[in-house]
């Protein structure tokens, strides 16, 4: 069974992983760089660049030795192409290239939202992969997307994309104004489990049947609303450690709250106005904001209401990480295609997702 070895450099993080041809992950091993961009407030890119190669040769000696298995071992060899960062996805790709040709090893240059579109389907704890089915709905909901997809055999159709911020990009924006550290998005998560969104609520986008997502009109709501706090005196930024048992007064909680059901509630709509139209079978839903408490606990009652199938992916898999990206590269060798051309696979810091099957190398 054939090992491939992922390498996932698209933004800040340095991932490497090996997956086995049932899907089973052998090793996921992520280094992220969260403490240094801490107090920059987001990601630099020279910086996240610059570490990545740093980062490489201990990420990779790691995730070998988790994997219990040695480089000649290894089959195939899977690198994110895009979208990303240039300078990082630069990096990782670069880094596959040399390893696939050197070793004469199929190249597989993979889509970062193909990766996180069959996410759902890895298993924690060793476990082989759930089987894809031919035809499903994927959502995908990160730092940068917030996408509906319709994946039919190894076709991807892309059904709704944000027309602004993501939806993780949302929570970003909102912490930061807050005065949270990078990444914000978890931590104005957990902040908000304190807060009761009926006592701050925001306004959703006017009800048509339309797709599209847009999360900019509530940041902008949201922020509006931290600054309706501040000329009622009230602290809106940390007052207390934020680890610590209460950061914030109350209200900032309830707008925490208010926000993070808005935007939870937009995607379940948008979920509802595609069944209406087009029903489906099987939702698998991924990327790093499905790590949102929220979703995670309202999404089963949707698809159980709407008779769909739900995928969740598992909470390791749902931020950036390299199991994703090589058993996106899996299954294309499972499909009989023969891989990229190590020598010309090029970085592209935005690429569309459907693309024809890759050409045997030369
Ligand atoms: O998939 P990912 O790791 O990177 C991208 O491809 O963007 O997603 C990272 C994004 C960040 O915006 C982060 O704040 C957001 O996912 N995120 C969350 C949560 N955990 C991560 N957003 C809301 N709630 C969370 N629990
Ligand atoms: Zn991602």
Known sequence: MTLVLGIETSCDDTAAAVVDGSGRVLASVVSSQLAQFAPYGGV????????????????????????????EAIGAVAATQGPGLIGSLLVGLSL????????????????????????PYLR??????????????????????????AVSGATIETLAETRDDAIGEAFDKLGKRLGLPYPQGPRVDALAERG???RSPLPRLAGTEELFFSFSGLKTHAIGAVEKLERAGVATTPTAPLDGPDPFPQPVYDLFAGFRESAVRQVLDRLTRLHRRRPFAELAVSGGAAANRELRRRLPAWAHEHGVELRLVPLVHSGDNA?????????????????????????????PIARPPAAAPA
């Open 44 to 71: 630099v890119p020279e910086l996240a660049a610059r570490e990545q190669l740093a980062a490489w040769p201990r990420v990779f000696e790691e995730t070998l030795a988790r994997a219990g298995v040695g480089l």
């Open 96 to 119: 596959g290239r040399a390893l696939a040709w050197s070793r004469r090893l199929p190249f597989f240059a993979v889509h970062h939202l193909e990766g996180h579109l069959f996410s």
């Open 124 to 149: 924690e704890g060793g476990e082989p992969a759930l089987a894809v089915p031919d035809g499903f709905v994927g959502l995908v909901v990160s730092g940068g997307h917030t996408s509906i997809y």
């Open 196 to 198: 009761e969104a009926a």
């Open 323 to 351: 199991a994703m990206i090589a058993f996106a590269a899996g299954r294309r060798l499972a499909r009989g295609e023969a891989g990229d051309d190590p020598l010309a696979a090029a970085a592209a810091s935005r690429l």
